[in-house]
Each structure stands twice: as C-alpha cells, then as structure tokens.
C-alpha cells in the first residue's frame, strides 16, 4: 500500500499544480500511514526529479523513454500504466490539468476504476477516505467514497497549497517503461507559445474584474470606465480572457496573475476556487453579483447584490462626482 503522485512537466518545467498535488500527497500520506513516492515522466527528466527529491518524500521516480519526449496520451497511459502496477499502488494522485484530463480517464480504466476528478479536498471516518467536490459551480458539495483501489484522484487547482510541501530528502530512481507495442495514435503538435505580459496586475492597488456576468464582448466598456474613473487596472475571470474579450494577461486565477491589491472590485464573477484562490488576499474585497448565494460574497468585505448594468453605471457616475 502506498500513495503515487504523478507530476506533469513540459519542456523540462514542473507544472505549478504539480507541487500542490505533492502537498496533498504528504497531507494524505500522514494520514493514512503510507508511504508516498513521486514520479515527472518524459526524456531526460532526472533534473526534476532532483528537484522533487527535496521534499520530504519515501522515493522519486524518473520515468524515462524516447516516446515520451513529447507528451501523447497513448504514450503517458502505457508508461504510467506500467509504473502504477509496479508500485502497488492504493492511491494515485494528479493534477487536475488539461493534460490529465486527456490521459487520466484511460489510465483509471485500465485498472477497471473511474477517475475522482477535480476533488477539492478529503475526509477520514470509520471507513476510510471520503474525497469532496464540488458541483454547479461550487453551489454544491459531493462526497465520494472509494471502494478498493487503486483510487485514481485529480486535484483542482488551488484546493493544496504548494507552500505547505514539507522539505526533506527523497532517493530518486530512473526507470524505463516497457513499450514495445506500444502504438501511439496521437500526433504531437508545437507547443504552445504564451505571449509576454504586458501588464503587471500583480503590481496593482486597485483592480476592477470582470466576469461572465457581463454578458457580451460589448459591454467590457462601462467596466473599463469605472477602472479608468478609479485609476484601477482592468481585470478578468478566464471564460472572459478565453472569449477573447480582453486578453490572456489580465486574467486572474490559478492559471494566471495572482494578485493582492488594496481593493478588489469583482463584478460579475462567481467566485469559483481557481478565481478566489490568487485573489483573496486582497485587502479589501468588494463584490456586485445579482445572486446572494455566489461563493465571491463568502471572502467578500462589501457586497452589493444587484444588477451589475445598474450598478455600474451609478458606482461610475458617483465617482466622477466626488472627483469634481
Ligand atoms: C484548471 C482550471 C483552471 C482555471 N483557471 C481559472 C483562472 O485562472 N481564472 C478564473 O477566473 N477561472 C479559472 N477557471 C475557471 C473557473 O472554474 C470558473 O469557471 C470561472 O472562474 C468562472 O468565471 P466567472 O465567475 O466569470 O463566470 P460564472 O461562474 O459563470 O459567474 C458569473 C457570475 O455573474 C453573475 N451575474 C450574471 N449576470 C449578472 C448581472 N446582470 N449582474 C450581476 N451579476 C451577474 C452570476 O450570478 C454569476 O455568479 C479554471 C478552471 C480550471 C478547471
């Protein structure tokens, strides 16, 4: 019986949810007394898995193959196949990344089990380990129980803090997957390149967010006023910045800028965990959402529930005025 945490790299660079996913591991691993061993997979990963090996941690695994250099689902499922029977494991953790929803689904499989995906968090009673998520955009909480093993675990963004990882030292092990006949049916891609970033939200005292309570492309404008009237940088939640309505580099959440401003204005936006957990340390939260039960009034300071294309306008209209 042991925990497995399976790490995603790319381009010899650890993905940040994968040290999140560590930190569950240690906490889970503390819990139930077993021991827990890592593994990064790809070509030449022995650096990261040197970097892995300082946290405290029973082993790291380097998985190691040509066929693996660039990622294909067929590649990644037949190797960490191989790994997870070799390592008897009971639990197997991931990130709950793009790249784990391709693969994760079919490893589980393999082992006649279904994938726990985008679990936010655990208990323990009696009986053993009952993982949570969550459900209409956060609105609700399930509870899973699994029963034999090994369990397959996806872990959202956000839900484990990587700088909770406890330091230590680790043996680190290279090892190659058997993949004769192994066929891969995928057919790789350039990676993606991200653009430079241009604004620093990071660096801002005060910030006016969007979300999808907006609507529409067409009224970004009367957000963009009041962030102008404020003097505030002008910010988003991902459905906007995927849209395209504004760009990448002002999204907020897990997988873009986290901020910490003196005040935060969030209109529109729900307040999903990947949004609230790079924002929440802001000094002063204020919220506009037409629904009283939005998880972003939990963390909000101020809350105004109410129609964001009335307030708006007003909150604008009332800043000028103290202008002058
Ligand atoms: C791996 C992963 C990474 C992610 N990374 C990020 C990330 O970096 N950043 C991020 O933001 N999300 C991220 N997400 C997505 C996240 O889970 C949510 O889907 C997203 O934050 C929701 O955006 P939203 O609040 O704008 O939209 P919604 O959840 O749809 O909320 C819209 C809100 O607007 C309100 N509203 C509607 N009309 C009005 C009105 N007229 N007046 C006032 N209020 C109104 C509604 O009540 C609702 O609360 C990520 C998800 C995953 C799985």
């Known amino acids: 019986m042991s925990i497995l945490v399976i790490t995603e790299q790319t381009g010899g660079r650890l993905h940040p949810m994968s040290l999140e996913t560590l930190a569950a591991g240690q906490q889970l691993g503390r819990q139930l007394g077993l021991p827990v061993r890592t593994c990064v997979f790809g070509k030449s990963v022995a650096p990261l898995a040197g970097e892995l090996a300082a946290y405290r941690l029973d082993g790291v695994v380097a998985l190691e193959h040509d066929l693996l250099e660039s990622y294909t689902a067929d590649a990644a499922t037949a190797a960490l196949e191989w790994l997870v029977r070799e390592s008897n494991a009971s639990y197997v953790l991931l990130p709950h990344t793009y790249q784990v929803r391709d693969f994760a689904p079919r490893l589980a499989t393999r082992f006649g089990r279904v994938l726990l995906s985008d679990v936010i968090g655990w208990s323990k009673d009696g009986e053993g380990i009952v993982f949570g998520r969550q459900l209409f955009q956060g609105k609700l909480n399930a509870a899973y129980r699994a029963e034999g093993g090994p369990v397959f675990v996806s872990l959202q963004a956000g839900a484990f803090r990587a700088d909770t990882l406890e330091p230590g030292g680790a043996p680190v092990e290279t090892l190659a997957p058997p993949m004769e006949g192994v066929s891969i049916r995928q057919q790789p891609e350039p990676p993606f390149r991200e653009s430079a970033r241009a604004v620093d939200l990071s660096a801002a005292d005060l910030i006016v967010a969007v979300g999808r309570g907006i609507k529409e492309e067409g009224n970004i404008p009367l957000a963009q006023e009041l962030a102008d009237v404020l003097g505030a940088e002008l910010a988003a939640s991902r459905p906007i910045c995927d ?82």
Request: proline content about 5%; charged content about 20%; glycine content about 10%.
């Open 243 to 324: 849209n395209g309505w504004l760009p990448m580099e002002r999204q907020v959440g897990s997988s873009g800028q986290t901020v910490s401003p003196k005040v935060y204005l969030a209109v529109g936006i729900s307040g999903a965990i990947q949004h609230q957990v790079v924002m929440k340390g802001s000094k002063c939260v204020v919220a506009i959402n037409k629904d009283a039960n939005a998880p972003i009034f939990e963390i909000a300071d101020y809350g105004i529930v109410g129609d964001l294309f009335e307030v708006l306008p007003a909150l604008t209209d009332a800043v000028k005025k103290a202008k002058g």
